[in-house]
């Protein structure tokens, strides 16, 4: 009973975990939140929503968005070079963010606008 009860937080926050789950804090002056669908990632083709915000919370649009997966297991990053698309209200797409073959991949996604830039890192273990 006592060992059930020590992992039962460790269980509860592995149930709770997003796919969009930040490996590094959101860097720079734009804010970057995701959405994949389909959500868990899974391997082929997926779409990234993306939206970019200013320190402000104002929605930046026309900001350079970059999608790049990487699987740090085998050294290599995606068959296919993910074409972002922006939406005119501060959302963009980004598809399709091609997953290869099962395991971990990090996705790294950068906007720039102006002088202002952001970056974030996701972990995503696709099956």
Known sequence: MKKLLLCLPL????????SDE???PVTGALQIETHVD????????NTLHVHVSDAAGAPVTGAVVR?????PAHNHGSSETPVVTDNGDGSYTATPVT???????EVTI????GDADGRVVLTWDAQ
């Open 11 to 18: 269980l509860l926050a592995a149930c709770g975990a997003d």
């Open 22 to 24: 930040n490996t590094e």
């Open 38 to 45: 389909p959500d868990p990632p899974a391997v082929g083709q």
């Open 67 to 71: 999608v790049v997966p990487f699987m």
């Open 99 to 105: 997953l290869t073959m099962p395991g971990t991949w």
């Open 110 to 113: 950068t906007a720039k606008a």
